[in-house]
C-alpha cells in the first residue's frame, strides 16, 4: 500500500512540476517588459489620482484608512519608503512618518513617569495635542498611530503593542524594551477599568500561587511599570501608565 | 424606535468597512432600559452592529437620520442618540416587535462617546451605502427613508443641510473611492507580475541582466512591494547616498549625546532637520546598513540585547567602557537611570554600557528589588 502512494505521489510532483514548468515557460524578460509598461501607465494614472485626491488622504481618516486595507490586501506597503510612488505622489509617507516622530517624542517624555506603557488612547490624546488646533492636525485615528507604530518596530527600539485579550479592551503601547510574560501582559489585561490591584486580589482571579505572583510584581517594580502604594491597610500596586489612562478614557485631559 | 433593530450574523458584507469599536455599551429603547447592556458596539460604513455573549444585533446606517450626545448626569453616563425614521417596508426579525420611540439610545458606560459620534456623523455624511448597496434586504429601507422626512417637520431643516452638504461631498467621495479602487486593480496586476518575475529569479531560471536586475528592484520600491530579492539592496543608490547624508547629520549630533545614539532618537532627530520629504524607518536601516562598508565617520552597531544603535566609528570601546566604570567607582555605585541622567544618554543605552562593562570585567552587578546596580570589580 506504502509503495503505491510512494510512486503515485512522486507522480503527482512530476504532473505538478510539468504543469508549472509550461505555465512559466515565458521568460522573465518578458514579464518585465509588461511590468514596465504597466508601470508606467500606473504612475500617470497615480498622479491624476493625486491631483484630485490628495487632500482627502490627508484630511479624511476613514478614506486614509480604507487606502492603507486596500494596499495591504494588495500587497503594497505605501510606507516602505520615502522614494516610493505612494509616498511621492500622495504624501502619506510625510503624514505617517511625522506621526512616527511624534509618538516617539510624546513616549520619550512620559516614560519616566509610567516606565514606558501608555495606553493607546492616551497616546493619541497627547500626540493630537502636540500635532495642534487646526482641524487638520487632529485628525490623526488609533489605526494611524497602530499603524505608524508598526513603522517604528523596524528600528528594533522595543516599541511593542499588547492587545488586550479577545480583541476587547484597552491597547497598551510599551515604548522601552523589557519582555513582559504572559503572566504581565495577564495581568495587565486583566485591569480594563482599574490601574490598580492587590495580591489577594491576583490570587482570586487568577489562583497563582504566591511564588508566582511575587515573580511577576518584582520584576515590573525593577522595570519602572509598577508602583507601590503602601498606605497602611494593603500594599496596592498600580500602573501610572493605566492610572492615566483611566483619566484619559473619563474624558479627562491630560 | 428599537423595531428596526434586526439580527445579524455580524458579518462585514462586500464592500462595507469597519470604523471603530467600542466596549461597554448598553442599548435603550428611547430612554428606557432594554436587555441588551454592556456590550461591544461597532460602526462600520453601512452599520451599526452591536454585539454581547448572547446577541448580534445591527441596525442599518440609512435609518439614521440623525444622531447627537447626551451628556453624563447624576444617573447615567454619556449617550448617544440615533433618532430613526419610520420604515414602510417589512420588518426584519429582531429583538423589539414593536416600540413607543422614535430614538434609541446607545449608552456609553466605559467612554468612547465623543470619537464615536464624531465618526457616525462623518458616516452619515457620506452615505456610502448608497455608492454600494450592501445585499441585503437593506435595499428597500432606502426608498421609504426620502418618503418619510417629508413627515418629520421638526428635524427636517437639519435634514436639509445634510443633504446638501452631501451632494457637495458626494460627488468627490464617490469619485476618490472609485478612483481609489481602478488604482488597487492595476497595483494588484502588478504584485502578480513580480511576484512571477521574483519566482523565475529564486529558481535561478533567470534570464535577467544585471541591469534589468536592477531596474526591477527599482520597480518593487517604488510600489512599495515586499520581496525578497529587495532585501540585498546591495548598491542601491538612493540608500548609498542617503547613507552619506545621515553620516555628516549624525556625526554632529553625536558629539552630543556621548557617541552612542538609538535609531529612534536619530531617526527622530534627522525627520526633525529634514521637516518635509522624510524618510521612513525602512530608509534609515537600509541606509544604515552601507556605513560601515562606505568607510563613513558613523557607523550601525548591534548592542548585544539586540537593540541598534548609531555610534562614531573612531569611539574607543575599551577607553569608553574604563570611563565608565570611573564614574561607577566615583559616585560607589552606579544604576542605569544615574548613568542616563549623567551623562545624557539613553537608559537603554546605559543599560547596556553597564553590562558591557560587566563583560570586560570592570564591574559586577547587584540584582536587588531596588533596581539592578553596578559596583566597581574589587576581585
Known sequence: ?254 | MADRLAWTDGQLHVGEVMITSQNGVSINDGSEKTDYQKGLITLTSHRILWQDKSAQIELPLSVVIFSEKKDASLTSKARLICTLSRGQEPKRPGPFASSRHDEIQFEFREGGCNDFLRLIQEELVKKRWLLQPVKSTTTTTMSSTTSDRSHRTGISGIENHLQHQLNVQHQSISGAFQDLNKLMQQAKEMVNISKTIATKIQEKRNDLTSDETIRFRSYLLSLGIDNPVTKESAGNQYHTSLAKELSSVLEKALKDTNGIMTLSDAYCRINRARGYELISPEDLLNAAVHMEELNLPVRLRVLSSGTKSFELTNRNEKKDLQEIANLAESSISMSADQLANLIGIPVIVARERLIAAETYGLLCRDDSIEGLRFYPNQF
Not at chain 1, 83 to 104: M, R
Not at chain 1, 206 to 231: H, P, Q, V, Y
Request: glycine share 8%.
Open chain 1, 1 to 254: 500500500m506504502r509503495r503505491g502512494v510512494g510512486i503515485s505521489g512522486i507522480n503527482q510532483q512530476l504532473l505538478e512540476k510539468a504543469k508549472f514548468n509550461e505555465k512559466g515557460s515565458e521568460l522573465a524578460r518578458d514579464h518585465l517588459d509588461k511590468l514596465a509598461k504597466q508601470f508606467e501607465t500606473f504612475r500617470d494614472n497615480l498622479e491624476s489620482f493625486a491631483e484630485k485626491h490628495k487632500n482627502e488622504i490627508k484630511k479624511d481618516i476613514a478614506f486614509r484608512r480604507q487606502f492603507q486595507e486596500m494596499c495591504a490586501t494588495v500587497g503594497v506597503d505605501p510606507l516602505a519608503s520615502s522614494k516610493g510612488f505612494w509616498s511621492q505622489a500622495l504624501g502619506v509617507g510625510d503624514f505617517y512618518y511625522e506621526l512616527t516622530v511624534q509618538i516617539v517624542e510624546v513616549c520619550v517624555a512620559t516614560s519616566s513617569q509610567n516606565g514606558g506603557l501608555i495606553s493607546l488612547d492616551e497616546l493619541l490624546l497627547r500626540v493630537r495635542k502636540a500635532r495642534g488646533k487646526s482641524r487638520s492636525a487632529q485628525d490623526v485615528s488609533h489605526d494611524d498611530i497602530l499603524r505608524a507604530i508598526k513603522k517604528l518596530r523596524i528600528l528594533g527600539d522595543g516599541f511593542t503593542v499588547i492587545e488586550p485579550a479577545n480583541n476587547q479592551g484597552r491597547i497598551l503601547i510599551q515604548s522601552i524594551p523589557g519582555e513582559l510574560s504572559m503572566d504581565h501582559t495577564a495581568i495587565l489585561n486583566s485591569l480594563q477599568t482599574r490601574s490598580s490591584f492587590t495580591v489577594e486580589q491576583l490570587r482570586e482571579q487568577f489562583k497563582w500561587s504566591d511564588e508566582r505572583i511575587k515573580t511577576a510584581i518584582d520584576f515590573m517594580i525593577k522595570e519602572g511599570l509598577l508602583w507601590i502604594d503602601n498606605n497602611g491597610r494593603n500594599i496596592e500596586y498600580y500602573f501610572p501608565g493605566l492610572f492615566t489612562a483611566q483619566r484619559v478614557t473619563a474624558g479627562e485631559s491630560v
